[in-house]
């Protein structure tokens, strides 16, 4: 599985963001998805996670009520919504797919190029 982040940018503290991850592979739909997160200095974060049909989700603590997970198998894409961003949530973010449905980033095989979000106050 190739995976292709996009939709980062700069916004202002209070906006929302919208991140996409395209995959190639036609084994998309078997995959648990997630987004991860990586600020300078700090280890790499987990976000989010979405099963394989997007019937269940898992948000960190810090992104509940903010973010949104997705999914949508027949475009081979997950989505992070994410919405009240705050300086804190300046970070490279990647996608990743995995077989297990987990928060740790060694639990996950392949990995997306990574996506700049930087927040301002």
């Known amino acids: 599985v190739q995976l292709q982040a996009s939709g980062g940018g700069l916004v202002q503290a209070g906006s929302s963001l919208r991140l996409s991850c395209a995959a190639s592979?036609?084994?998309?739909?078997?995959?648990?998805m997630a987004w991860f997160r990586q600020a300078p200095g700090k280890e790499r974060e987990f976000v989010a996670a979405?099963?394989?049909?997007?019937?269940?989700?898992y948000h960190a603590d810090s992104v509940k009520g903010r973010f949104t997970i997705s999914r949508d198998n027949a475009k081979n894409t997950v989505y992070l919504q994410m919405n009240s961003l705050r300086p804190g949530d300046t970070a490279v973010y990647y996608c990743?797919?995995?077989?297990?449905?987990?928060?740790?980033?060694?639990?996950?095989?392949?990995w997306g190029q990574g996506t700049q979000v930087t927040v301002s106050s």
């Open positions: 592979g036609r084994t998309f739909s078997t995959y648990v």
């Open positions: 979405i099963n394989w049909n997007g019937g269940s989700t």
């Open positions: 990743a797919a995995g077989l297990y449905y987990r928060s740790s980033y060694s639990e996950y095989d392949y």
